[in-house]
């Protein structure tokens, strides 16, 4: 089976400016995650999407992040405006299942705000 | 509470050696138990999880032994080889909610 799409693999923005990543999982996983991952650090949930609605978004810093999940499908993760300290590896990820099923993670986009 | 430790935050072993890396948990609802193995530039890839009503589990050169007691566990990589060399997370869930995972271990395995 493919794996979860993501792009672009890598982003430089300068502060204050928007940004947006784009994932595609796994045909069939209902469950969809956004992690973001500092350097160093374990991933840390964003968001979590089951089909299009959203399930868990207390992490999501919503007076800059943003994400949608279109038709159950693939979704987007905006940023706006960028902060330094934003600067990670987005992680998306999907399971076919709520609880006990693998993630399947893609490979990340690296962004770096200057 | 729903912090997983892990340690440590580096480990080097000659190939050939066994690598441990040890998570421990405080809570105590938590009952999935995974690790992924994530190597640069690609993201986290499940190695191999393991359930709090077994004490051990082992695929290959990789085994979960766990200590619901103590709230530990730990992965054990038998005749680390080079190809090993990546970082480490331990992971836990709580039915219904999320992972949560541990800050993650980097091996290093030489030649």
């Known amino acids: 089976e493919a794996g979860v799409a993501q792009s672009p693999r890598y982003k430089i923005i300068e502060k204050r400016q928007s940004v947006a990543f784009w994932c595609n999982p796994i045909?069939?996983?209902?469950?969809l995650y956004w992690y973001q991952q500092i350097l160093g650090q374990g991933p840390k949930l964003l968001i979590q999407?089951?089909?299009?609605?959203?399930?868990?978004d207390s992490q999501l810093p919503k007076d800059r992040f943003s994400a949608e999940r279109l038709k159950g499908v693939d979704s987007t993760l905006k940023i706006q405006p960028a902060k330094l300290e934003d600067s990670a590896v987005y992680l998306c990820?999907?399971?076919?299942?709520?609880?006990?099923?693998?993630?399947?993670f893609g490979n990340g986009t690296r962004l770096t705000v200057t | 509470q729903q912090q997983v430790k892990q340690s440590p935050q580096s480990l080097i072993v000659q190939k050939g050696g066994i690598s441990i890396i040890n998570c421990a948990y405080e809570?105590?609802?938590?009952?999935?138990f995974p690790w992924y193995q994530q190597f640069p530039g690609k993201g986290p890839a499940l190695l191999i999880a393991?359930?709090?009503?077994?004490s051990e589990k082992k695929e290959g050169r990789f085994t979960i032994s766990f200590n619901k007691s103590a709230k530990q566990f730990s992965l054990h990589i038998m005749d680390s080889q080079p190809g090993d060399s990546a970082t480490y997370f331990c992971?836990?869930?709580?039915?219904?909610?999320?992972?949560?995972f541990g800050p993650g271990t980097r091996l290093s395995v030489l030649p």
């Open positions: 990820a999907s399971s076919s299942q709520v609880s006990r099923s693998p993630l399947h």
């Open positions: 045909s069939g996983h209902a469950t």
């Open positions: 999407f089951q089909n299009n609605g959203v399930v868990d």
């Open positions: 809570n105590t609802a938590f009952d999935y």
């Open positions: 393991i359930r709090p009503d077994v």
């Open positions: 992971a836990a869930l709580v039915y219904g909610q999320n992972f949560v």
